[in-house]
C-alpha cells in the first residue's frame, strides 16, 4: 500500500470530483459535509470517511476547518466491505493524527514523512471498524468531538440524539461500552498527551484546549490517567 499524506481544507461551496486513488478523509478541526452513493451527512474529529476510486463524492466546509488526507493506491482489508463509508477512528490513530498536523505544517524531510506515512499505514492496518453505530448516537459523537473544550449535559447531549435522558445514557453506553463522561475524558486526555509530546505549546493553552481552566487540576487529572505528569511527557 502506498500512502500520501496531506492536510487540507476546503469551502463553503459544494464541489463534486472522481479520482483514480481511494482517499480516506479524517476531520482535525471542524467537519465536513460528504455526498457519496451510500452515505450523506457531516463527518467530524474522531471519523473517518472513505472514499473509493472512481466515485463521484460531493463535499463542503467551513475555509478555517482542517482535514488529514491520506491518498491510497489499495485499501486495508478491514475497509474493503464497509457496511457504511463513515467510522469511528481509534484514540490510537487520531492521537497520530493530531501529531501529523503539527509535522505536516512544519515541511518535514522526505525522510521523515516517508516514516510517518509508514506508521500511519500501520495503525490503519489495525483500525477496528466498530460495528453499525445508531445514527442518533453517531451525532452525539460528532457533536462531543467537535470541541473538546467544552463539556455539554447530558440533557443537551439526549435532545440533540432526539432521546429521552435514560434512553440515551442506555444506548450510548451500549453502542460505545462507556459513559459519556468516560469518552470524553478519554479524548481529552489521548488529545493532551499528543500537544505535550509533539508541540511546544504551553501547559496552560494545551489544558484550555481540553476543557480545564485550572491548571492544576489538569495535571492532577492527567497524572492519574496516564501514571506520568504533564513535564514527564514533555521531557521525553
Given at each position: 500500500m502506498t500512502v500520501r499524506l496531506s492536510i487540507r481544507s476546503y469551502s463553503l461551496v459544494m464541489r463534486a470530483h472522481l479520482h483514480t486513488y481511494h482517499q480516506l478523509v479524517l476531520p482535525l478541526h471542524g467537519n465536513i459535509t460528504m455526498t457519496l452513493s451510500d452515505f450523506s451527512g457531516k463527518v467530524g474529529p474522531g471519523q473517518c470517511v472513505v472514499i473509493r476510486a472512481e466515485k463521484v463524492h460531493e463535499f463542503k466546509a467551513d475555509e478555517k476547518c482542517r482535514?488529514?488526507?491520506?491518498?491510497?493506491?489499495?485499501l486495508p482489508e478491514s475497509m474493503?466491505?464497509?457496511?457504511?463509508?463513515?467510522?469511528a477512528t481509534s484514540p490510537q490513530l487520531?492521537?497520530?493524527?493530531?501529531?501529523?498536523?503539527?509535522?505536516?505544517?512544519?515541511?518535514?524531510?522526505?525522510?521523515?514523512?516517508?516514516?510517518?506515512?509508514?506508521?500511519?499505514?500501520?495503525?490503519?492496518?489495525?483500525?477496528?471498524?466498530p460495528a453499525c453505530r445508531d445514527s442518533r448516537i453517531s451525532e452525539a459523537v460528532r457533536?462531543?468531538?467537535?470541541?473538546?473544550?467544552?463539556?455539554?449535559?447530558?440533557?443537551?447531549?439526549?435532545?440533540?440524539?432526539?432521546?429521552?435522558?435514560?434512553?440515551f445514557k442506555t444506548l450510548f453506553r451500549q453502542h460505545?461500552?462507556?459513559?459519556?463522561?468516560?469518552?470524553?475524558?478519554?479524548?481529552?486526555?489521548?488529545?493532551?498527551?499528543a500537544l505535550l509530546a509533539h508541540s511546544d505549546l504551553p501547559v496552560s493553552l494545551i489544558a484550555e484546549r481540553v476543557g480545564f481552566t485550572d491548571v492544576?487540576?489538569?495535571?492532577?487529572?492527567?497524572?492519574?490517567?496516564w501514571g506520568e505528569t504533564p513535564r514527564q511527557i514533555r521531557r521525553r
Open positions: 482535514f488529514l488526507v491520506a491518498d491510497l493506491d489499495s474493503q466491505q464497509l457496511a457504511r463509508p463513515v467510522f487520531v492521537a497520530y493524527c493530531q501529531f501529523l498536523e503539527l509535522q505536516l505544517a512544519q515541511s518535514a524531510q522526505p525522510g521523515l514523512i516517508e516514516s510517518m506515512s509508514v506508521l500511519f499505514e500501520h495503525l490503519l492496518q489495525n483500525q477496528v471498524i457533536f462531543l468531538n467537535e470541541d473538546i473544550s467544552r463539556t455539554p449535559s447530558l440533557s443537551e447531549l439526549a435532545a440533540l440524539a432526539c432521546l429521552s435522558l435514560s434512553q460505545m461500552g462507556i459513559t459519556t463522561g468516560q469518552y470524553l475524558l478519554t479524548q481529552r486526555m489521548t488529545k493532551a498527551k492544576s487540576a489538569f495535571s492532577r487529572r492527567f497524572s492519574a490517567y
